[in-house]
């Protein structure tokens, strides 16, 4: 009974990964089938429990950083707000210290300065700094490369 139990806790993980593909909850599966292969051993609860804690952790601490280099997915992708700082701007609308208009990835924000006294007139291409409030802060970024810059 205790390997069927483990086995179907296996595959609960196995199947929960599909839908998160963090490499951590298939941690978990291989140690739940672990304590399955204790349990068809007959092995008391304590050890199957052991062999779960045991090898779910040598594989979160061993293969699951080996299969995130392995597979390029060290760190994952920012999003949303925080995936534009950085990003080039297009002024649209003269930015300055108060207001502006500037163009990211075609989509219109609202812009303001990072220096108090700059100002950008349009058609001036800018780096995102920071974002608040809906305001994106931007500054004039005079290293952009051929290769940086997407209208």
């Known amino acids: 009974m205790d390997v069927l139990l483990w086995i179907i806790a296996a595959a609960a993980f196995a ?3 599909i839908f998160t593909a963090t490499l951590f909850l298939s941690m978990f599966s ?3 089938l672990a304590a399955a292969a204790a349990a068809g051993l007959g092995a008391p609860v ?3 429990a052991a062999a779960f804690v045991v ?5 979160l601490v061993v293969v699951r950083p080996a299969l ?5 997915t060290t760190e994952p992708a920012p999003m949303g707000v925080e995936a534009m700082r950085g990003a080039v701007a ?3 609308e003269r930015v300055d210290a108060e207001n502006g208009m500037v163009r990211i990835d075609g989509e219109l924000w609202q812009a303001r300065s990072l220096e108090s006294a700059g100002s950008y007139p349009p058609g001036e291409r800018v780096r995102v700094v920071d974002i608040g409030d809906g305001t994106v802060v931007v500054w004039r970024d005079d290293l952009l ?3 940086d810059v997407h209208p």
């Open 15 to 17: 199947v929960a990964e």
């Open 30 to 32: 291989a140690g739940a």
């Open 46 to 48: 304590a050890v199957q």
């Open 55 to 59: 090898v779910s952790a040598l594989t």
């Open 68 to 72: 995130r280099r392995r597979l390029g």
């Open 90 to 92: 297009v002024v649209v």
């Open 145 to 147: 490369g051929i290769a």
